[in-house]
């Protein structure tokens, strides 16, 4: 079983930045695909950044260069980079780690906001 630990949300201004982290932790051998996934009221979840273990990356469209995801393996820990935060980037965001069961974080709130 894996537990996962988000941290970093909270609430910025148009345009400024913010990381979010998550680590695993439980019973697994490996750790394969680590990401986030984010869900705003009224919409459906949808793929945020995702990072799979050789390093490949692949984000939603809406991104558009603004965000970066990085992992630490050895802290089976992965990081959520957001830059030029807009007020629709507003919702939960989901960790999500494939150890290589699906495993769902409890999910951080962001709000951007002036």
């Known amino acids: 079983q894996v537990q996962l630990a988000e941290s970093g949300g909270g609430l910025v201004q148009p345009g400024e930045s913010l990381t979010l982290s998550c680590s695993a932790s439980?019973?697994?051998?490996?750790?394969?695909?680590m990401g986030w996934y984010r869900q705003a009221p009224e919409k459906q979840r949808e793929l945020v950044a995702l990072?799979?273990?050789?390093?490949?990356?692949k984000f939603g469209e809406f991104v558009q260069g603004r965000f970066t995801i990085t992992r630490h393996n050895a802290r089976n820990t992965v990081y959520l980079h957001m830059n030029s935060l807009k007020p629709e980037d507003t919702a939960v965001y989901y960790c999500?780690?494939?150890?290589?069961?699906?495993?769902w974080g409890q999910g951080t709130q962001v709000t951007v906001s002036s």
């Open positions: 990072m799979s273990s050789d390093g490949t990356a």
């Open positions: 999500i780690v494939m150890s290589p069961d699906l495993n």
């Open positions: 439980g019973s697994f051998l490996n750790l394969d695909a």
